[in-house]
T-cell receptor
């Protein structure tokens, strides 16, 4: 199993550009999520999905869109990048069953917006 | 947004020393998780706690779910160089949303 994969690993954008961060998992997890990590802030939830066709907002959703057309993939779209979106982005997945939320994280995408 | 207060923010210790860090919150959590992040990598789960008062070990790591359900601690015994990294606590209130602490950066002098 590859686990959770993310592409690209690094990306530089200009203000106003759009792009999609890709995330895929091969563990048949129902739950997938996107976080951003900023210095001194820990990880903050952007959007999450509990299954194909179902998405919901997290703590910091503004400026980001998501969709979940398959169980495996959960892309994150930036429609008009802003410097405040410079961050490291992590995708994670887990099973829904049980009280736990033991999420498995991808290696991250480091995004710089100029 | 809701946050977990994790302390200390950073630690500088000698190899072989024991380490202790904790997380507190004003809210009750159903699950406490501890993750470790190596440079350039995503966080990796170390220990998961599901019941108030639960004490769980994973090798040299020991974590406890506070009896009030508002706190948790992580201990690392006899630290080694590969323990270097950032440790995060995370809490789950059952709404499929994990809340993370700010992280504790551990540095070890050989």
């Amino acid at each position: 199993n590859a686990g959770v994969t993310q592409t690209p690993k690094f990306q530089v954008l200009k203000t106003g550009q759009s792009m999609t961060l890709q995330c895929a998992q091969d563990m048949n997890h129902e739950y997938m999520s996107w976080y951003r990590q900023d210095p001194g802030m820990g990880l903050r939830l952007i959007h999450y999905s509990v299954g194909a066709g179902i998405t919901d907002q997290g703590e910091v959703p503004n400026g980001y869109n998501v969709s979940r057309s398959t169980t495996e993939d959960f892309p994150l779209r930036l429609l008009s990048a802003a410097p405040s979106q410079t961050s490291v982005y992590f995708c994670a997945s887990s099973y829904l069953a049980g009280a736990s939320n033991e999420q498995f994280f991808g290696p991250g995408t480091r995004l710089t917006v100029l | 947004g809701q946050q977990l207060n994790q302390s200390p923010q950073s630690m500088f210790i000698q190899e072989g020393e024991d380490v202790s860090m904790n997380c507190t919150s004003s809210s009750i959590f159903n699950t406490w998780l501890w993750y470790k992040q190596d440079p350039g990598e995503g966080p990796v789960l170390l220990i998961a706690l599901y019941k108030a008062g639960e004490l769980t070990s994973n090798g040299r790591l020991t974590a406890q779910f506070g009896i009030t359900r508002k706190d948790s601690f992580l201990n690392i015994s006899a630290s080694i160089p590969s323990d270097v990294g950032i440790y995060f606590c995370a809490g789950n209130q059952g709404a499929q949303k994990l809340v993370f602490g700010q992280g504790t950066r551990l540095t070890i002098n050989p």
